[in-house]
Protein backbone atom coordinates (compact mmCIF):
# COMPACT_ATOMS: atom_id res chain seq x y z
CA UNK A 1 0.00 0.00 0.00
CA UNK A 2 1.09 3.17 -1.36
CA UNK A 3 0.09 5.69 1.13
CA UNK A 4 -0.50 3.61 4.00
CA UNK A 5 -1.00 5.73 7.31
CA UNK A 6 -1.15 9.01 5.25
CA UNK A 7 -4.01 11.56 5.28
CA UNK A 8 -5.16 12.85 1.95
CA UNK A 9 -7.76 15.77 1.43
CA UNK A 10 -8.59 16.63 -2.03
CA UNK A 11 -10.67 19.34 -2.94
CA UNK A 12 -13.27 18.91 -5.71
CA UNK A 13 -13.74 15.18 -5.39
CA UNK A 14 -17.27 14.76 -5.55
CA UNK A 15 -16.73 13.51 -8.87
CA UNK A 16 -14.78 13.17 -12.03
CA UNK A 17 -11.14 12.68 -11.28
CA UNK A 18 -11.13 13.98 -7.48
CA UNK A 19 -13.45 11.14 -6.93
CA UNK A 20 -11.29 8.40 -8.72
CA UNK A 21 -8.48 10.04 -6.42
CA UNK A 22 -10.21 9.78 -3.26
CA UNK A 23 -11.14 5.88 -4.04
CA UNK A 24 -8.20 4.90 -5.42
CA UNK A 25 -5.94 6.60 -2.17
CA UNK A 26 -7.87 4.68 0.20
CA UNK A 27 -7.45 1.39 -1.80
CA UNK A 28 -3.97 2.44 -0.64
CA UNK A 29 -4.10 2.75 2.61
CA UNK A 30 -4.99 6.68 2.92
CA UNK A 31 -7.47 8.21 5.55
CA UNK A 32 -9.28 10.55 2.91
CA UNK A 33 -11.40 13.29 3.46
CA UNK A 34 -13.47 14.14 0.77
CA UNK A 35 -14.44 17.69 0.06
CA UNK A 36 -17.00 19.64 -2.18
CA UNK A 37 -19.37 22.15 -2.57
CA UNK A 38 -21.98 19.34 -4.18
CA UNK A 39 -22.39 18.15 -0.24
CA UNK A 40 -25.07 14.95 -1.60
CA UNK A 41 -22.62 13.81 -4.40
CA UNK A 42 -19.36 13.76 -2.02
CA UNK A 43 -21.13 12.09 0.84
CA UNK A 44 -22.03 9.28 -1.90
CA UNK A 45 -18.44 9.17 -2.63
CA UNK A 46 -17.26 9.38 0.99
CA UNK A 47 -19.75 6.57 2.13
CA UNK A 48 -18.80 4.21 -1.08
CA UNK A 49 -15.50 4.62 0.52
CA UNK A 50 -16.12 3.33 3.91
CA UNK A 51 -18.40 0.68 2.12
CA UNK A 52 -15.61 -0.94 0.45
CA UNK A 53 -13.35 -0.84 3.52
CA UNK A 54 -11.49 2.32 3.14
CA UNK A 55 -11.72 5.49 5.42
CA UNK A 56 -13.40 8.24 4.58
CA UNK A 57 -15.27 11.23 5.78
CA UNK A 58 -16.58 14.43 3.93
CA UNK A 59 -16.27 17.59 4.92
CA UNK A 60 -18.47 20.99 2.67
CA UNK A 61 -15.82 23.43 1.48
CA UNK A 62 -16.24 26.02 -1.51
CA UNK A 63 -12.80 26.97 -2.11
CA UNK A 64 -13.32 30.38 -2.53
CA UNK A 65 -13.76 30.66 1.12
CA UNK A 66 -10.99 31.38 3.33
CA UNK A 67 -12.75 30.60 6.63
CA UNK A 68 -14.40 27.27 5.38
CA UNK A 69 -10.63 25.92 4.19
CA UNK A 70 -9.28 26.83 7.57
CA UNK A 71 -12.32 24.86 9.18
CA UNK A 72 -12.03 21.86 6.70
CA UNK A 73 -7.87 21.33 7.29
CA UNK A 74 -9.09 21.49 10.69
CA UNK A 75 -11.55 19.65 10.96
CA UNK A 76 -9.29 16.83 9.12
CA UNK A 77 -6.58 16.80 11.86
CA UNK A 78 -9.43 16.65 14.31
CA UNK A 79 -11.06 13.34 12.31
CA UNK A 80 -7.99 11.83 11.10
CA UNK A 81 -5.02 13.21 13.39
CA UNK A 82 -3.06 15.06 10.78
CA UNK A 83 -2.84 16.01 6.89
CA UNK A 84 0.17 14.54 4.88
CA UNK A 85 -1.05 14.80 0.99
CA UNK A 86 -3.28 17.88 -0.56
CA UNK A 87 -4.83 17.55 -3.74
CA UNK A 88 -5.69 21.10 -5.14
CA UNK A 89 -8.21 19.25 -7.85
CA UNK A 90 -11.58 21.68 -7.52
CA UNK A 91 -11.91 23.63 -11.29
CA UNK A 92 -14.49 24.72 -13.35
CA UNK A 93 -13.90 25.12 -17.48
CA UNK A 94 -15.27 27.77 -19.41
CA UNK A 95 -14.19 27.95 -23.10
CA UNK A 96 -14.80 31.66 -24.75
CA UNK A 97 -13.38 33.56 -26.75
CA UNK A 98 -11.84 36.55 -24.91
CA UNK A 99 -13.74 39.49 -26.38
CA UNK A 100 -17.24 37.63 -25.46
CA UNK A 101 -15.73 36.73 -21.72
CA UNK A 102 -18.15 38.92 -19.35
CA UNK A 103 -15.41 40.14 -16.21
CA UNK A 104 -17.97 38.23 -13.58
CA UNK A 105 -16.46 35.04 -15.78
CA UNK A 106 -12.77 36.08 -15.43
CA UNK A 107 -13.27 36.58 -11.79
CA UNK A 108 -15.02 33.36 -11.35
CA UNK A 109 -12.30 31.27 -13.08
CA UNK A 110 -9.92 33.41 -11.31
CA UNK A 111 -11.19 32.96 -7.90
CA UNK A 112 -12.09 28.97 -7.87
CA UNK A 113 -8.97 28.01 -10.58
CA UNK A 114 -7.12 30.34 -9.05
CA UNK A 115 -7.45 31.41 -5.57
CA UNK A 116 -8.78 28.37 -4.58
CA UNK A 117 -5.45 26.56 -4.95
CA UNK A 118 -3.52 29.17 -3.13
CA UNK A 119 -5.73 29.11 -0.32
CA UNK A 120 -5.21 25.38 -0.06
CA UNK A 121 -1.63 25.31 -0.17
CA UNK A 122 -1.76 28.74 2.86
CA UNK A 123 -4.09 26.76 5.23
CA UNK A 124 -2.38 22.87 4.42
CA UNK A 125 0.90 24.17 4.75
CA UNK A 126 0.93 24.87 8.73
CA UNK A 127 -0.58 21.24 9.10
CA UNK A 128 1.87 19.73 6.81
CA UNK A 129 4.64 21.49 9.36
CA UNK A 130 3.32 19.91 12.28
CA UNK A 131 3.15 16.51 10.75
CA UNK A 132 6.71 16.97 9.62
CA UNK A 133 5.87 17.11 5.89
CA UNK A 134 3.66 16.02 3.11
CA UNK A 135 2.85 16.39 -0.89
CA UNK A 136 0.77 19.00 -2.77
CA UNK A 137 -0.34 17.77 -5.60
CA UNK A 138 -2.45 21.16 -7.95
CA UNK A 139 -4.17 20.12 -11.07
CA UNK A 140 -3.34 22.59 -13.52
CA UNK A 141 -4.12 21.44 -17.34
CA UNK A 142 -2.45 21.37 -20.70
CA UNK A 143 -4.01 24.83 -20.64
CA UNK A 144 -1.14 25.79 -18.52
CA UNK A 145 1.23 24.96 -21.09
CA UNK A 146 0.11 25.81 -23.88
CA UNK A 147 -2.44 28.98 -25.19
CA UNK A 148 -6.03 28.22 -26.59
CA UNK A 149 -7.58 30.36 -28.63
CA UNK A 150 -11.12 29.50 -27.61
CA UNK A 151 -9.83 29.45 -23.93
CA UNK A 152 -8.02 32.85 -22.88
CA UNK A 153 -9.88 33.15 -19.55
CA UNK A 154 -9.12 29.21 -18.31
CA UNK A 155 -5.44 29.26 -19.73
CA UNK A 156 -4.72 32.18 -17.61
CA UNK A 157 -5.96 30.72 -14.54
CA UNK A 158 -3.96 26.91 -14.94
CA UNK A 159 -0.82 29.12 -15.87
CA UNK A 160 -0.95 30.59 -12.50
CA UNK A 161 -1.42 27.42 -10.85
CA UNK A 162 1.68 26.07 -12.51
CA UNK A 163 4.05 28.87 -11.42
CA UNK A 164 2.36 29.00 -8.15
CA UNK A 165 3.51 25.60 -7.96
CA UNK A 166 6.93 26.46 -8.08
CA UNK A 167 6.93 29.16 -5.90
CA UNK A 168 5.35 26.73 -3.21
CA UNK A 169 7.58 24.50 -3.65
CA UNK A 170 10.54 26.68 -3.01
CA UNK A 171 9.15 27.72 0.02
CA UNK A 172 7.86 24.44 1.41
CA UNK A 173 11.26 22.22 0.78
CA UNK A 174 12.45 23.57 4.07
CA UNK A 175 9.58 21.50 5.57
CA UNK A 176 9.77 18.43 3.62
CA UNK A 177 6.96 19.49 1.61
CA UNK A 178 7.13 18.48 -2.19
CA UNK A 179 4.52 20.88 -4.37
CA UNK A 180 3.74 19.79 -8.03
CA UNK A 181 1.93 20.20 -10.43
CA UNK A 182 -0.09 17.91 -12.80
CA UNK A 183 -1.40 19.36 -16.28
CA UNK A 184 -4.41 16.39 -17.85
CA UNK A 185 -5.35 17.15 -21.30
CA UNK A 186 -8.68 15.69 -22.51
CA UNK A 187 -10.08 13.66 -19.67
CA UNK A 188 -13.48 11.70 -19.96
CA UNK A 189 -15.73 13.45 -17.04
CA UNK A 190 -18.31 15.05 -16.65
CA UNK A 191 -16.84 18.95 -17.05
CA UNK A 192 -16.33 18.01 -20.72
CA UNK A 193 -18.91 15.32 -21.34
CA UNK A 194 -20.92 18.12 -23.25
CA UNK A 195 -18.38 18.87 -25.41
CA UNK A 196 -17.51 15.10 -26.24
CA UNK A 197 -21.29 14.00 -26.84
CA UNK A 198 -20.92 16.34 -30.09
CA UNK A 199 -19.58 13.32 -31.99
CA UNK A 200 -17.76 15.55 -34.46
CA UNK A 201 -16.20 17.42 -31.83
CA UNK A 202 -14.90 14.09 -30.15
CA UNK A 203 -13.82 12.82 -33.78
CA UNK A 204 -11.94 15.95 -34.51
CA UNK A 205 -10.09 15.83 -30.58
CA UNK A 206 -8.96 12.64 -31.14
CA UNK A 207 -7.12 13.31 -34.63
CA UNK A 208 -5.56 15.99 -32.46
CA UNK A 209 -4.15 13.36 -29.85
CA UNK A 210 -1.15 11.33 -31.05
CA UNK A 211 -2.45 8.66 -28.60
CA UNK A 212 -5.41 8.82 -30.62
CA UNK A 213 -8.06 8.82 -27.69
CA UNK A 214 -9.21 11.27 -24.70
CA UNK A 215 -7.81 10.05 -21.22
CA UNK A 216 -9.28 8.68 -18.57
CA UNK A 217 -9.72 9.87 -15.09
CA UNK A 218 -7.86 6.55 -13.76
CA UNK A 219 -5.25 7.24 -15.33
CA UNK A 220 -4.32 10.62 -14.29
CA UNK A 221 -5.21 9.06 -10.65
CA UNK A 222 -2.24 6.77 -10.74
CA UNK A 223 -0.11 9.97 -11.52
CA UNK A 224 -1.09 12.20 -9.10
CA UNK A 225 -0.87 8.53 -6.30
CA UNK A 226 2.55 8.64 -7.49
CA UNK A 227 3.10 12.68 -6.28
CA UNK A 228 1.57 12.26 -3.34
CA UNK A 229 3.05 9.24 -2.38
CA UNK A 230 6.80 8.88 -1.06
CA UNK A 231 7.53 6.74 -4.12
CA UNK A 232 8.50 10.66 -5.75
CA UNK A 233 10.45 12.00 -2.48
CA UNK A 234 12.86 13.60 -4.55
CA UNK A 235 10.31 15.22 -6.88
CA UNK A 236 9.06 18.61 -5.95
CA UNK A 237 8.55 22.02 -8.15
CA UNK A 238 7.77 19.95 -11.55
CA UNK A 239 4.95 19.80 -14.05
CA UNK A 240 3.75 16.46 -15.11
CA UNK A 241 1.82 16.30 -18.20
CA UNK A 242 -0.68 13.89 -19.11
CA UNK A 243 -2.31 14.33 -22.28
CA UNK A 244 -1.75 11.63 -24.73
CA UNK A 245 1.34 13.76 -26.54
CA UNK A 246 -0.82 16.39 -27.09
CA UNK A 247 1.29 19.12 -25.90
CA UNK A 248 4.47 17.26 -27.13
CA UNK A 249 4.53 18.76 -31.20
N1 LIG B 1 -11.70 16.93 -17.64
C1 LIG B 1 -10.74 17.49 -18.33
O1 LIG B 1 -10.62 17.34 -19.56
C2 LIG B 1 -9.69 18.31 -17.62
C3 LIG B 1 -8.51 18.63 -18.33
C4 LIG B 1 -7.51 19.37 -17.70
C5 LIG B 1 -7.67 19.77 -16.39
N2 LIG B 1 -8.82 19.47 -15.73
C6 LIG B 1 -8.91 19.93 -14.32
O2 LIG B 1 -9.05 18.80 -13.48
C7 LIG B 1 -9.77 19.17 -12.29
C8 LIG B 1 -10.91 18.18 -12.11
O3 LIG B 1 -11.75 18.24 -13.24
P1 LIG B 1 -12.86 17.15 -13.60
O4 LIG B 1 -12.75 16.91 -15.05
O5 LIG B 1 -12.81 16.01 -12.65
O6 LIG B 1 -14.15 18.07 -13.38
P2 LIG B 1 -15.58 17.79 -12.74
O7 LIG B 1 -16.42 18.95 -13.18
O8 LIG B 1 -16.06 16.42 -13.05
O9 LIG B 1 -15.30 17.89 -11.17
C9 LIG B 1 -14.93 19.09 -10.57
C10 LIG B 1 -15.43 19.09 -9.14
O10 LIG B 1 -15.07 20.36 -8.56
C11 LIG B 1 -16.15 20.81 -7.79
N3 LIG B 1 -16.13 22.26 -7.62
C12 LIG B 1 -16.42 23.22 -8.55
N4 LIG B 1 -16.34 24.44 -7.98
C13 LIG B 1 -15.99 24.24 -6.68
C14 LIG B 1 -15.75 25.11 -5.59
N5 LIG B 1 -15.89 26.45 -5.69
N6 LIG B 1 -15.39 24.58 -4.40
C15 LIG B 1 -15.26 23.24 -4.28
N7 LIG B 1 -15.49 22.36 -5.26
C16 LIG B 1 -15.84 22.86 -6.45
C17 LIG B 1 -17.39 20.36 -8.55
O11 LIG B 1 -18.55 20.34 -7.72
C18 LIG B 1 -16.96 18.97 -9.01
O12 LIG B 1 -17.29 17.97 -8.07
C19 LIG B 1 -10.21 20.61 -12.52
O13 LIG B 1 -9.33 21.48 -11.86
C20 LIG B 1 -10.11 20.79 -14.03
O14 LIG B 1 -9.93 22.12 -14.40
C21 LIG B 1 -9.82 18.76 -16.31
Known sequence: MRLKDK????????????????????EEGAAVMVSDVNVESGKRVAAEIAKAG????????????????KAAIGET????????????NA?????????????EEWDRLMDI???GVFLGTKHAIPAMRRAGGGAIVNISSGAGIVGNKMEGAYTATKGAVRLFTKSAALQGAKDGIRVNSVHPGTIDTEMVASLLADKEYHRWVKTMIPLGRVGKAEEVAKLVLFLASDDASYTTGAEFVIDGGYTAG
Open 113 to 115: NGK
Open 7 to 26: VAFISGSARGMGAVEARLFA
Open 77 to 88: ERRFGRVDILVN
Open 91 to 103: GIFVATVIEKTPE
Open 54 to 69: GKADFVELDVTNEGEW
